[in-house]
C-alpha cells in the first residue's frame, strides 16, 4: 500500500511530462492551440504533484527532481517550440527559442539547490510558460515577450509564493 501512496504524486509529475511531450508534438505539427492547451493541463498536473506528495507525506529528493525535469519539459521546451513555430523565422525568434528554455533550467537548478521560503527568486517556469500558453491559445506568440520572460525567470527580483 505504501508503494501505491508513493507512486500518486509522481504519477500526476509523470501526467505533467506526457503533456509537454504530446504539447511539443502538436506544435510541431501546426495545431497551436491544442499544444497551449495541453500545457494548461500540465500546468494542472504540476499543481497538485506537489501538494499530494506533502498531503500523503510522501516526498522525496527523487520527486523533486523528476518534477524539474517534467517542468523543463512542459514550461520551458514546448513554450518555446510552440512560440517558434508560430512565429516568421526571425534572428529575434531564435534568440528567444534558445533563451527561454535555457533560462528555466537555470531557474530550475537554482531553485533546487537553494530553495526559497515565502517567495521565488525570479518568476516561476511554470507562470512564464503558462503565459507563452495563454497567448498561443488566440493566435499571438511574440519573441520579445519571450525574452522578457527568459529574463524574469533568471532575474533576483522576490515573487510571493501564493
Known sequence: MSYFRRSIPNSFTLGNLVCGIFSLTFAM???YRMAALLILLAAVCDLFDGKLARMLKVDSPMGVE???LADIVSFGVAPAILMHTMSEPSFLVTLAFIAFPIAGAWRLGRFNIKPTVGYYMGIPI????LIVA???LFSFSSPILTLILAILMVSPIRVPKL
Open 126 to 129: 511554470t507562470f512564464a510558460g
Open 66 to 68: 523528476l518534477d524539474s
Open 134 to 136: 495563454f497567448l498561443a
Open 29 to 31: 505539427n501546426e495545431y
